[in-house]
């Protein structure tokens, strides 16, 4: 593990953690006494008074004039403490850089987490997950951008009850191993599946109409007469011409529309099934001799019973 010292080498920013906001105000205050200004201090903390009551309105972060959270209010107005909401915490109150981070102007709504406000100032995620932790349990967490002071920094914090992730792991004995597990992420890309052409040929098919059509037929009768005497020459050659006609029926094409084809394209919603082969990483206790294991909390898919012997 690393000094505070090699490390003051390598971040500008120092961090400690305290149990009570009395301890982190009172750090804030020996800060600025040995010379670190408002704008390299930042602290951050759980409201554990909830809902904040207001007089007037926000005027951005670092304004909260007229805020009322109880006793010692006149003093984190002197240091210009904000009121806000940021996710995973709930309810906090902050100062400095850090507040400026979280909070946003429009009146103590949340721009971000934690985390990632601890990551802009150059923290390490997985030790700005556990600074997370310990505010939402109620401490208070107070930063520092040393600016080549680290080791100053720290010592002031530390004098004053303060500890930081390093610390708090050598103080427990305790050591952490991450497990990793790959999981699967599905991505979708529009690929050419086929094609529809849609054009048009000419036929041909024999096609009859069934038309009325009118036509003349001669009709002749014979009737017998009264011999009368007639004064007509008998002669030969004599003849009636009686014309006839009928309908004939021609046949004349024209272009007409019978049908429209419209084409166009729809989107059909369906389910595609994908799979694929994952690995990960479980944590298997040995023991040798006498050794008495108990297991607290059950991670998803973890093994075993919540505080059971192994």
């Known amino acids: 593990m690393k ?20 301890e982190a105000l009172r750090a804030v205050d020996e ?17 554990k008074d909830g809902d904040v009551k207001t007089e007037g309105s926000y005027a951005g972060a670092g304004a909260a004039t007229g805020v009322v959270v109880g006793a010692g209010a006149a003093g984190l107005v002197s240091l210009g403490m904000t009121f806000g909401i940021i996710p995973v915490i709930g309810p906090v109150l902050a100062l400095g850089p850090l ?7 429009a009146g103590g709504a ?35 951008h040393s600016a080549g002071r680290y080791a100053e920094a720290w010592t ?19 050591q952490t191993m991450k497990l990793h597990e790959e999981e699967l992420e599905a991505h979708k890309k529009p690929v050419k599946t086929g094609e529809v052409r849609v054009h048009k040929e000419v036929v041909t098919e024999h096609k009859t109409l069934d038309v009325p059509v009118t ?17 007509a020459d008998i002669r030969s050659g004599e003849e009636m011409r009686i014309p006839v006609r009928e309908e004939q029926v021609q046949v004349e094409k024209r272009n007409v529309v ?6 166009g394209k729809r989107e059909v919603k369906d389910t595609a099934h994908v799979g694929g082969t994952v690995r990960k990483e479980e944590a298997r206790v040995e023991q040798e001799g006498k050794v008495d294991v108990h297991t607290k909390g059950t991670a998803k898919g973890a093994r075993g019973k919540q505080d059971k012997d192994l």
């Open 258 to 263: 019978k049908e429209e084809v419209n084409v």
């Open 31 to 47: 800060l600025k006494r040995a010379g670190f200004k408002d704008d390299q201090i930042s602290l951050v903390g759980k409201n």
């Open 99 to 105: 507040a400026a981070a979280l909070i946003s102007a």
């Open 110 to 144: 949340a721009a971000g987490g934690l985390v990632g406000a601890l990551i802009g100032l150059g923290i390490p995620e997985h030790e700005a997950k556990y600074y997370e932790s310990e505010v939402s349990a109620g401490r208070y967490l107070v930063t520092v």
């Open 3 to 22: 000094s505070e010292k090699a490390k003051g080498s390598e971040r500008s920013t120092c961090v400690g953690v305290f149990n009570s906001r009395d």
């Open 215 to 231: 036509r003349e037929e001669v009709v002749i009768e014979r009737r017998p007469v009264s011999g009368q005497a007639s004064t």
């Open 156 to 174: 002031i914090l530390h004098r004053l009850g303060a500890y930081n992730h390093e610390t708090a792991t050598a103080r427990t004995g305790q």
